[in-house]
């Protein structure tokens, strides 16, 4: 069975500085990966997906994730952050294998700004 | 429009009661999910349908019940057996099992009181 695990509950970061959100799965067949934002009272929106193909994903709003099969990674990254960006980030991951297609989250990551 | 429609907003629950939460969704799609939400936590599967008339046990389905009888509704029923139902559940349905972004409704707040 799949699983997901983000190591960090809360992330701190000043405006205009990088972040990196970290995501790590498990999974014994080849996988599609999400990463998911919730904004203050809004509900749960698609940031990006790794489904194929190129490794690295990017979203419109400047964020990118690199698919890394061998670490079993799928990192979330953003070179400059604005305080609008400050939201719970949740990874997601779903087996290829069309008989098991549930999708299970991490447990969430807060992101903070400040100014 | 289309969308998901998960309603109440908020939900009270007695000892011993059962509860039955509604989730709609008018975009043809055939995959529908129910979650549960608690801080810390994250979203923690509890029953998922890749078809009407087909539903499985996701990772906490002990306690709760689902029927999908038509494609559009998916709806949750919490048992008397689930100990801890105080949490904010959430809907979500997607026009595949698996590979396709999920579309979220906008969540039932259940307090037991």
């Known amino acids: 069975a799949q699983s997901v695990t983000q190591l960090d509950s809360q992330v701190p970061v000043f405006e205009e500085a990088p972040v990196e959100l970290r995501c790590n799965y498990s999974?014994?067949?080849?996988?599609?990966l999400f990463w998911y934002v919730q904004y203050p009272n809004q509900g749960l929106q698609l940031l990006l997906k790794?489904?194929?193909?190129?490794?690295l994903v990017k979203s419109i709003n400047g964020f990118e994730a690199e698919f890394n099969k061998s670490q079993t990674s799928f990192h979330l990254r953003k070179p400059s952050v604005h305080i609008s960006d400050t939201a719970e980030y949740f990874c997601?991951?779903?087996?290829?294998?069309?008989?098991?297609?549930?999708?299970?989250f991490g447990s969430g990551t807060r992101l903070s700004i400040r100014p | 429009d289309g969308g998901i429609t998960q309603s109440p907003k908020y939900l009270f629950r007695k000892e011993g009661q059962n509860v039955t939460l509604s989730c709609e969704q008018n975009l043809n799609h055939d995959a529908m999910y129910w979650y549960r939400q608690d801080p810390g936590q994250g979203l923690r599967l509890i029953y998922y349908?890749?078809?009407?008339?087909?539903?499985q046990k996701g990772d906490i389905a002990e306690g709760y019940s689902v029927s999908r009888e038509k494609k559009e509704s998916f709806p949750l029923t919490v048992t008397s057996a689930q100990k801890n139902p105080t949490a904010f559940y959430l809907c979500?349905?997607?026009?595949?099992?698996?590979?396709?972004?999920?579309?979220f409704g906008s969540g039932t707040q259940l307090s037991v009181l």
């Open positions: 997601a991951v779903s087996d290829q294998d069309s008989s098991a297609s549930k999708i299970i």
């Open positions: 979500a349905s997607s026009p595949v099992a698996g590979r396709e972004k999920l579309f």
């Open positions: 790794y489904l194929s193909g190129s490794t």
């Open positions: 349908s890749q078809i009407v008339n087909d539903f």
């Open positions: 999974s014994s067949v080849s996988v599609y």
